[in-house]
């Protein structure tokens, strides 16, 4: 008899768990905060650019080694400002960012930023655009080569090698930046909007190239997007970003298991609720710049929020 | 076809002198004549000879130049004024001071020719260098391309068609600066050639070498330039393919 109670409870159990991973409970909670040093540390920073636009106020974000780390927000966010200022080729006008605990001044070989643009070397073909920079960290030519038709097969490109960048489509090129950037495998990747081009199949390959890349070789990825269903597919996180001025909404922990489906209703449930978080944030930014959180649990409101409206 | 009637017209039943106002026939018997006795051919290779040196500096010098001028503040701001000044200078300007430096001698008129056209070449790839997409500098600094490889393989490349457009450039004000040289300070040369036809009082020898003068100006500005520059618009996508 009370092998039956067992047995029922069990089944309880499981049917509750079910119930609450389709209705995208306990999926997505505020992140919780790791030990350790972390890879980037992205502390109070700020950017105002010289027309007085601010485009970053008051941003912390800490990512670990080996985090996929999605920044979603609607354009004009400051989300390209923030990557441009964590690759180095902007000074943030306020705030501190160090990566191993140094402080970031100007590129380095440590860290590769995806343009939103296929920034291309327009006069070379597709495998120069790839040799050119192998051989320029010092890779034989026979080496560089070959890892240049390996990854223009990866980003399924081949039989244009020999193509120029002009001559291919704007999700084409994005591919070749792509397959440019994994080639020369640097341990940060800075992603900005790589596959906004891109029909949804050959996202789909993307996405799983990209995670492919990832869990083999847990590199740290910042990876930019507004399609909040693609954060979830790919983030172990996603810090979702409010406009005017630029700053941090949420700072969520993504628990569903990979490989991902975009399909599976507990996803879809979740962007819901992070697309309903974001439209309630542009109202209440409209409003008054008000301050609002996602109930991400669909319980209490997460813990206190930084005084993220404040005047500037 | 028709102007060419209309001079030859002009010339037969013109007020003025025929020998004054050839008409085509007329010069293109004297440029045949002058291409027989090889006086025509010695003399465009003379003036070609110095055009290719003088030019060949001037590139050299010019191009280096305007990337200092592009790149570096402290250049930037010891030599533009200069450089901008200078260019506003005719070059044959610069004939009496070359001849009281080096004399009447084949330097001097390298000089004239560097100094027409030196200026421009400069002027015209800091232009393009300044003009390059600020986007490929930054993927290149991401990518950690820098150096000699930098400039060599991002910089000039990516600002090529400017620079190409700058030599365009060059080229007929060199070919310009060296014929007026070649009239005022007499060595060999088609200059000279127009000069010993107004000495003779040939109006056709005169006509004929400048018929020259324009059809080797016009061949390396409209054909060797005009395909090297599609050359390179088409390979970096500045152009439609043609159909
Ligand atoms: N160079 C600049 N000078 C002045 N203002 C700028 C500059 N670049 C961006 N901005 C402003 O900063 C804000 C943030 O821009 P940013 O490009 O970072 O947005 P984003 O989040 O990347 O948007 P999107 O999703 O459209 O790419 C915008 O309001 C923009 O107008
Ligand atoms: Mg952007």
New interface residues.
Partial sequence: MWRQVGRRFARLTQAVRRARRSAGIGLLTPRVKRSGPPKIDVSRVGHRFGNQVVALHDVNIEVHAGEFVCLLGPSGCGKTTLLYAL???LEPSGGRITIDGLRVK????D???V?Q?P?????LNVRQNLV??LR??GLSRAEADARAREYVARVHLDGFEET????LSGGMRMRVQLA?ALA?DPAVLLMDEPFAALDAQTRGHMHQLLQQVWTRDRKTVVFVTHDVREALVLGDRVVVMAARPGRVLQDLDVRLERPRDPDDEALVEMSRRIRDELRRAEAAGAAEGQDARIAADGAAPLGPAPNLGAPL | MVPLLIWELLSRIGPWPHWLFPGPLAVAASVVHMAADGRLGTAAGRSLARLVQGYALSALAGVPLGVLLARSTLVRDALRPVVLGLQALPSICWLPLAILWFGLSETSILFVVVMGSVLAIAIATEDAIAGVDPLILRAAGTLGIRGARFHAGVLLPAALPGILTGLKLGWSFAWRALMAGELLFVAGGLGQLLQNGRELLDAAQVMGVMAAIVAIGVAVDRVLFRILELRVRRRWGLVEEPA
């Fill in positions: 690759a180095g080729h100007g590129p380095g070989p860290r590769l930023l343009f643009e920034a291309l070397f327009p006069w050119f920079p320029a960290r120029l960048p002009h001559q440019r020369l």
